[in-house]
Nanobody
Framework: QVQLVESGGGLVQAGGSLRLSCAAS????????MAWFRQAPGKERELVAA????????VYADSVKGRFTISRDNAKNTVYLLMNSLKPEDTAVYYC?????????????????WGQGTQVTVSS
């Protein structure tokens, strides 16, 4: 069983930055793909960014390309999401997820474990 704990969310003004962290425990972190999803009220949960187990493969939603960066530190069993130039439309609950097969997939159904989520609110 893998446990994921997100942190780093909060309230920020448009144009600002936040860094989310997700600490994993209970599994073999180095072999997992990791991802960040988000869900705004009344909307489907969508992929923000994903990173393969080696860290070489990354994928991003078009809406965040050039603004967000996903990274991982396998020594700390932690994945990060650096969010720059935040916009009000980035407001959502952000979830960390694990794919035990190590593929950085766009599909939320490929992910096996999920964190509880952290709220990000961007004011205009």
């Amino acid at each position: 069983q893998v446990q994921l704990v997100e942190s780093g969310g909060g309230l920020v003004q448009a144009g600002g930055s936040l860094r989310l962290s997700c600490a994993a425990s209970g599994g073999t972190f180095v072999s997992y793909a990791m991802a960040w999803f988000r869900q705004a009220p009344g909307k489907e949960r969508e992929l923000v960014a994903a990173i393969g187990w080696t860290g070489r493969r990354t994928v991003y939603a078009d809406s965040v390309k050039g603004r967000f960066t996903i990274s991982r530190d396998n020594a700390k069993n932690t994945v990060y999401l650096l969010m720059n130039s935040l916009k009000p439309e980035d407001t959502a609950v952000y979830y960390c997820a694990v794919d035990v097969y190590g593929v950085a997939s766009y599909d939320k159904n490929d992910y096996d474990y999920w964190g509880q989520g952290t709220q990000v609110t961007v004011s205009s």
